[in-house]
């Protein structure tokens, strides 16, 4: 399978099923978080609320950025499908990473409530930060013959 073709398609299934956890996130996990962790507080930004609406924002979250990060490997698969570059390899790989290890861990965290999978989280985070960056080197309209050029 082509590069780009792999792009796309993976693209399109972590946003597929990004709609699906938004769904669950939506219409379902909200039960199963307030039997979960009934009696439970959590302090956010100074304010103690209940552990079940944290996991659930948390749940969404998760969700929410799997969905971007599945458009962006949408876009990973056109642009390598026009100019492939090493660094749209980078970027694809980046946010496939780090959508595992930040939504995963995301809802691992909110559907167990074992509190080590948030150690995980910024790791993917970063994946997700290195992919854009690669994304944007990807784009770029310079080559290293335009950049040779500027030089004085």
Known sequence: MCCSNLWTTIGAVIAGLAVVFGAFGAHGVDKVFVEKYAGQTKVVAGETIPAAQKYLRDFNTAAEYQMYHGLALLAVGI??????????????????????????????????????????????????????????????????????ELKP
């Open 79 to 148: 642009l390598s499908s026009v100019k492939p570059k090493k660094s749209l390899q980078v970027a694809g790989w980046s946010f496939v990473g780090g959508v595992v290890l930040f939504s995963g861990s995301l809802y691992a965290l909110t559907l167990t409530g074992n509190t080590n999978f948030g150690m995980v989280a910024p790791i993917g985070g970063t994946l997700l930060i290195i992919g854009w960056i690669a994304l944007a080197a990807g784009a770029c309209p310079c080559t290293s013959a335009t950049l040779h």
